[in-house]
Structure formats: structure tokens, C-alpha cells
């Protein structure tokens, strides 16, 4: 099995911003706690409003998607529906 990871980047419209930099971090403690999270990290990019940028480690392709649940069906999930997301996974079996 392989590692999978996952970088890219979110775009958060500046009226969204507080209720996702709100909802942020029940989200990161969240996924950090999961079982085969090895890390995870959502910051807010220090030159472009609005961006956050993501990276994710997981043990394998089971853990990956498990998160991916997890997370569209919580508050987060429901709070950043329809923001721009723009990733790039690796590691994962298609």
C-alpha cells in the first residue's frame, strides 16, 4: 500500500472567510486525530487573499477516503460546499 497525498488549494470569498477560518479548526483537529493521518495542514496563503493552501498525508488509499467521508459529510463539509477547490492527489489507485 501507498502513502497518499494530497496538495493544492481552496478559494475562500472575503465574505466567507470568517465562518471558514471559524469552521477550520474543528476540521484540522478532526482529520489530524483520524487513524492513518500522518499530516495535515490548511493555511491561509500570506500573498493572495482568500487562498488557503492544503496538505494532506495519509497512510493509504483506505485512510484517504475515509477522510474524504468523514469530512464531506461534516459541518465542514457543508460549510465549504462550493468553494473552489483546485488539487492534486497522489498515491491513490484510480
Not at 26 to 48: N, Q, W, Y
Not at 65 to 70: E, I, N, P, S, V
Request: aromatic fraction near 6%; glycine fraction near 8%; proline fraction near 3%.
Amino acid at each position: 500500500m501507498s502513502e497518499v497525498t494530497l496538495k493544492g488549494t481552496i478559494t475562500v470569498p472575503d465574505e466567507r472567510l470568517d465562518e471558514i477560518r471559524a469552521a477550520l479548526v474543528d476540521h484540522i483537529r478532526l482529520t489530524r486525530a483520524e487513524s492513518g493521518c500522518l499530516s495535515f495542514d490548511v493555511t491561509e496563503d500570506p500573498k493572495m487573499s482568500g487562498q488557503f493552501n492544503v496538505a494532506e498525508r495519509f497512510v493509504d488509499a483506505e485512510a484517504f477516503k475515509a477522510h474524504q467521508a468523514r469530512a464531506g459529510a461534516s459541518d465542514w463539509g457543508q460549510i465549504s460546499a462550493g468553494l473552489p477547490r483546485d488539487y492534486t492527489v497522489t498515491g491513490l489507485d484510480t
